[in-house]
């Protein structure tokens, strides 16, 4: 369970430093990769590197007896983490708090400063390997220009904000060969005519949010999982954070291994393996979203249909096609369903801090599938953008699975 609390932790200062569902993606893969590679360096029986399989990733150095390989794991998760994020005084806070539970678990001293002064080696190479992504020069990329016909997405209420990560598709691929090896069929022409299907689709936004019941309520809240809504009464404007997508497939990932009871290593396998498909399937949905620039359903119904309508959830600020919510559950519970089974049920408590109720899902599949259609709900996808990020994320998914989950895992038992 350690590994699970220091994952958590890092989710906590993911909502809390407010990242970006895309940015978020890769505040999780890092920190990962170097738990992993520490396990698979330690575990050669069991596990694979992923040195040969990630590009541009170098061996890890080597280490000494001294080192245990859990806490080694640990501390380099936490150490690469600390890095990516703002919040650093949480990420040292936490750590105080770890040293004290391990503590008592009667590791001697000078296993558990071997095991950091490595950790501390491995965080500084995984780092290295971060730096070459293209992250850092697509900070200083310029803002997308907004385009003015009907067709075009643009801001939407309350808050008009830029378009996040337009640049996100330049971000280096792991497993994929590139940001538009899955590249979807183009979205439905752009036809307001009465009858269309593009029509009939953005008036299936509308009436179903008109219309909505309290299950579809239920689940378009569930998983609504922007990091950030504003809400604005008279002159006040405050904000709710909550989990990014990624993150709920995070959470689900940690009740999987939970539930499953995974050992130490086989946990970290797990999260290294969901967090490898979360970051290409956004890079791979990013990629469409900015180059077919599909306008959002609030955005034409407010101009030809109803300006008072709102949509259940607040509208994300970027491009309507395809859904992310659709191409990442997809692609996470492919790989999941790789590791765990295809009936594995549960019971997902990833909403509970942020008040929402547990859901019960007989599989992830059903559980991606739910995350995919709470879009319609939301109000904020058409559901061609559904159906083809579904499609788009199952071949993301079962691309890694052949490519890399297959790669890495040697003689492991998985647990279903």
């Not at 590791?339 to 408590?349: A, I, R």
Request: glycine share 4%; net charge negative.
């Amino acid at each position: 369970m350690l590994f699970q609390e220091s994952v958590q932790n890092l989710t906590d200062i993911i909502v809390h430093d407010i990242f970006s569902p895309p940015v978020a993606s890769r505040v999780y893969l890092y920190p990962t990769i170097a738990a992993y590679e520490i396990i698979a360096k330690f575990d050669t029986l069991n596990y694979n590197s992923t040195v040969g399989k990630l590009p541009g990733l170098k061996p890890i150095p080597n280490f000494s007896k001294k080192v245990n390989p859990y806490l080694a794991s640990l501390y380099a998760f936490n150490s690469v983490g600390k890095a990516l994020i703002f919040s650093e005084d949480k990420m040292k806070l936490f750590q105080e708090k770890q040293d004290k539970k391990i503590k008592k678990l009667q590791v001697p001293r000078s296993v558990m400063n071997a095991s950091k002064a490595y950790a501390e080696q491995v965080s500084n190479h995984i780092l290295s390997w971060a730096s070459d992504d293209l992250y850092n020069e697509t900070r200083t990329y310029p803002k997308y220009t907004i385009q003015q016909e009907d067709h075009y997405w643009k801001p939407t209420a309350p808050d008009y904000m830029d378009g996040i990560e337009p640049h996100w598709n330049k971000i280096r691929t792991l497993v994929l060969e590139s940001a538009n090896q899955f590249q979807p069929k183009p979205p439905l022409d752009f036809d307001l005519n009465e009858g269309s299907p593009f029509q009939l689709q953005l008036n299936e936004v509308y009436e179903i949010v008109k219309n909505i019941d309290e299950e579809q309520t239920l689940i378009a809240n569930f998983w609504d999982c922007n990091p950030y809504v504003t809400h604005h009464k008279g002159h006040a404007l405050f904000a709710t954070k909550k989990i990014t997508p990624g993150g709920h497939w995070i959470g689900i990932t940690g009740i999987a291994a939970t539930k499953a009871k995974s050992d130490f290593s086989a946990t970290v396998n797990a999260y290294a393996n969901v967090t490898v498909g979360l970051f290409d399937a956004f890079i791979s949905c990013w990629d469409e979203k900015w180059n077919s620039l599909v306008v959002r359903p609030e955005t034409l119904i407010h101009k030809y249909y109803d300006e008072d309508w709102l949509p259940l959830l607040q509208t994300p600020p970027f491009p309507e096609y395809t859904s992310g919510h659709s191409v990442i559950s997809r692609t996470a519970a492919v790989i999941l369903t790789e590791l765990y089974g295809h009936n594995f049920s549960f019971e997902d408590t990833t909403e509970i801090p942020y008040g929402l109720p547990t859901r019960s899902f007989n599989s992830f599949l059903h559980a991606a599938d739910e995350a995919a259609i709470s879009r319609l709900y939301g109000g904020i996808h058409y559901m061609m953008a559904i159906e083809e990020g579904v499609i788009q994320g199952d071949q993301i998914g079962k691309y890694i699975v052949e490519k890399f989950t297959s790669q890495i895992e040697t003689n492991q038992k998985r647990s279903n």
